[in-house]
Structure formats: structure tokens, C-alpha cells
T-cell receptor
């Protein structure tokens, strides 16, 4: 079963505006969350992460928000740039299985000029 | 090396043949992972190795799949008697160790096509 869900397969946003990507999870044992970015023909690259003891983590244009009670996290990119066009994966670790990073299906972001 | 290296980058094979996919992790990384991404799907965990511990094989989809890691470094993923549903991008990743906050660094993957 899919424990990490990204329900929006695609997102189109204008350059300079905010991109908001959403992710929901079902496993209450997840306590560390990551976002990866993937360009075609390349492996995913780490973008930003958040521990379950926090509700927000910011790194430059990227901010991740975590709502544990709702089992929901989001990634905000502001301002969006053409180079941000990629597939974004939400992923999570559970405390009892550190080796298994569970991924969502990804959201394709297209930033238009 | 500077990053995780995978070979070959592309592999086309006929149904029923065996294939071997290779992964060279980042030097010094003790943890190594295999994932695969089927068309339109997210990344699916297959197996991970942590140091000298027994690997966690719980994600391997069938006994046709096996992996080994020699000398704590290079890993080979073997698929025997390939089937068309095995077609996917197979991604290898490594990290310093497994644990909270550890970032996985991925290779570019091997695109496997089973005809």
C-alpha cells in the first residue's frame, strides 16, 4: 500500500510565483521527511528535509511545512524559477526502518516564463 | 568517486534472460540502497545494505531478484529470467549510514527494457 501520497501528478506555475506541493502520509511511525527533486535521465537529488519535532524548515527559496496531526506536509518554492521545472518526490523514514525511504509518486512541476 | 555511479545506463534484454546491474557508491558510504521506478510510479524500495549487517531484502518483488555487495563497496543487482514487468529505471543510492537525517545520494539509474 502507498504510505506516502502525492495526489497532484502535475503543477504549472508562472515564473516568480509560489509553487506549493502537497504530500500526505498514513504511517504514524514516520518521523523524518525529505523532498527530492528529479530531472529527466538523472537520479533524484536531495532538496530539503524536516524532522517530526519541527513544523517548519526553511532553506533559501524552499520551505517545508509539517502538520503531524493531519499527516500532511507541503513544500513551498518562492519565487519559482524555470530551473525548478522537475519532478518532486516526497519521502519519509520510519523510526523502525531507517533503511527504507518511502517515496510518493511525484509531482511534475512546470514553471512557465 | 564524486558521486554514485551506475552501469550500464541502459540495458535492453529479451524476456527470460538474466541481467546484472552495477552500482559504485560514494567512497566511505557504508549504506547502499536499490530502488526502482516503473513508468508513472514513485520509487519502490528493493533492498539495502548497512555495513556488514545482513541486508534488508524485504522489498525484493520475487526470488528472481538478488543483490550482493562485495567488500562493503560495489553492489550488483541481478534479475534472473527477466519479465516484461521488470522494465523500469533501477536506481542505486548510498549514504554515510542509515539513521535519522541521513541523506541518500542517488545515481542516474539503469533504464532496463525487457522485450
Amino acid at each position: 500500500d502507498q504510505q506516502v501520497k502525492q495526489n497532484s501528478p502535475s503543477l504549472s506555475v508562472q515564473e516568480g510565483r509560489i509553487s506549493i506541493l502537497n504530500c500526505d502520509y498514513t504511517n504514524s511511525m514516520f518521523d523524518y521527511f525529505l523532498w527530492y527533486k528529479k530531472y529527466p535521465a538523472e537520479g533524484p537529488t536531495f532538496l530539503i528535509s524536516i524532522s517530526s519535532i519541527k513544523d517548519k524548515n526553511e532553506d533559501g527559496r524552499f520551505t517545508v511545512f509539517l502538520n503531524k496531526s493531519a499527516k500532511h506536509l507541503s513544500l513551498h518554492i518562492v519565487p519559482s524559477q524555470p530551473g525548478d521545472s522537475a519532478v518532486y518526490f516526497c519521502a519519509a523514514f520510519a523510526t523502525d526502518s531507517w533503511g527504507k525511504l518511502q517515496f510518493g509518486a511525484g509531482t511534475q512541476v512546470v514553471v512557465t516564463p | 568517486g564524486a558521486g554514485v555511479s551506475q552501469s550500464p545506463s541502459n540495458k535492453v534484454t529479451e524476456k527470460g534472460k538474466d541481467v546484472e546491474l552495477r552500482c559504485d557508491p560514494i567512497s566511505g558510504h557504508t549504506a547502499l540502497y536499490w530502488y526502482r521506478q516503473s513508468l508513472g510510479q514513485g520509487l519502490e524500495f528493493l533492498i539495502y545494505f548497512q555495513g556488514n549487517s545482513a541486508p534488508d531484502k524485504s522489498g525484493l518483488p520475487s526470488d528472481r531478484f538478488s543483490a550482493e555487495r562485495t567488500g562493503g563497496s560495489v553492489s550488483t543487482l541481478t534479475i534472473q529470467r527477466t519479465q516484461q514487468e521488470d522494465s523500469a529505471v533501477y536506481l542505486c543510492a548510498s549514504s554515510r549510514r542509515t539513521g535519522a537525517g541521513e541523506k541518500l545520494f542517488f545515481g542516474s539509474g539503469t533504464q532496463l527494457s525487457v522485450l
